[in-house]
T-cell receptor
């Protein structure tokens, strides 16, 4: 069974600073990887996804993520954080077989300070 | 893209009662899912809603407690039965096509059981 670990529960960054959110996954085959964002009181929105090909994936809102198979990681990055990026971020891994379930990590809550 | 709506958006219920949550997708989706997000926690998959047949439940979730219907490709309901305060949570409906396609989420139903 697949699993996802987000080691940082809470991160605080200054507006304009760079951001990296960590994600490690466990899955026996080639993973399908996702990053979602959840703003307070809202549902989840897909930021980006990786299935195959180029290991550096560009997403919406200026986010990118890099798939590193050797490290089983899929870290999310943004070069300059905006106050509106304050939200909770979830990494997820999908299984290609069966009902193709997507398993979510525990989330990282991002706080942006002026 | 798909837009998913849920009703009700929130509710406060008495223990021992049941609540049915409706999920409507504005376009046909192959797969529909129900998730639970307990306060401060990640998303936990309750079940995959199957059109015209019984839902597929994850470990720890049973049909008697969470009966699910999916009469067509755009609509599903989740009932939380015989509620207790432990059922207080956000319940999210989700839909997508294949794993490579974007998974969309509804805004959630915030349930408080007293």
């Amino acid at each position: 069974a697949q699993s996802v670990t987000q080691p940082d529960i809470h991160i605080t960054v200054s507006e304009g600073a760079s951001l990296e959110l960590r994600c490690n996954y466990s899955y026996g085959a080639t993973p399908y990887l996702f990053w979602y964002v959840q703003s307070p009181g809202q549902g989840l929105q897909l930021l980006l996804k990786y299935f195959s090909g180029d290991t550096l994936v560009q997403g919406i809102k200026g986010f990118e993520a890099e798939f590193k198979r050797s490290q089983s990681s899929f870290n999310l990055r943004k070069p300059s954080v905006h106050w509106s990026d304050a939200a909770e971020y979830f990494c997820a891994v999908g299984a290609s077989g069966g009902y193709q379930k997507v398993t979510f990590g525990t989330g990282t809550k991002l706080q942006v300070i002026p | 893209s798909a837009v998913i709506s849920q009703k009700p958006s929130r509710d406060i219920c008495q223990r021992g009662t049941s609540l049915t949550i409706q999920c409507q997708v504005d376009s046909q989706v192959t797969m529909m899912f129900w998730y639970r997000q307990q306060p401060g926690q990640s998303l936990t998959l309750i079940a995959t809603a199957n059109q015209g047949s019984e839902a597929t439940y994850e470990s720890g979730f049973v049909i008697d407690k969470f009966p699910i219907s999916r009469p067509n490709l755009t609509f599903s309901t989740l009932t939380v039965s015989n509620m207790s305060p432990e059922d207080s949570s956000i319940y999210l409906c989700s839909g997508r096509g294949t794993l490579q396609e974007t998974q969309y989420f509804g805004p959630g139903t915030r349930l408080l059981v007293l």
